[in-house]
Nanobody, 121 residues
Framework: QVQLVESGGGLVQPGGSLRLSCAAS????????MGWYRQAPGKARELVAT???????NYADSVKGRFTISRDNAKNTVYLQMNSLKPEDTAVYYC???????????????WGQGTQVTVSS
């Protein structure tokens, strides 16, 4: 019913930039929030950044000042601009959406399939 499709991952050198995109599609009635999480090998999944429909944003301390989350509500799409990338940013990045499916009362969380970001020289 709902799909989150991510794009934009890849290999980049330290100090470089990447832009991730995630588009939500399907029988969506409303979206409360969208965001990005990441999971490095051997580590738990962690929050990177989130944004609400009203424009409130939240960032992990480790990415503040380097990453910027933005959202196009008309397209149900969220972006993550990542600058000054470091090797420790290497992880699989997952899109997340907290949304209400058409015909249902309560919102649920949905995840994308993940996109690999590798920062290495």
């Amino acid at each position: 019913q709902v799909q989150l499709v991510e794009s934009g991952g890849g290999l980049v050198q330290p100090g470089g930039s990447l832009r991730l995109s995630c588009a939500a599609s399907g029988s969506i009635f409303s979206i409360n929030a969208m965001g990005w999480y990441r999971q490095a090998p051997g580590k738990a999944r962690e929050l990177v950044a989130t944004t609400t429909t009203g424009g409130n944003t939240n960032y992990a301390d480790s990415v503040k000042g380097r990453f910027t989350i933005s959202r196009d509500n008309a397209k149900n799409t969220v972006y993550l601009q990542m600058n000054s990338l470091k090797p420790e940013d290497t992880a699989v990045y997952y899109c997340n959406a907290h949304l209400t499916v058409a015909g249902r009362l309560n919102p649920s969380r949905y995840w994308g399939q993940g996109t690999q970001v590798t920062v290495s020289s």
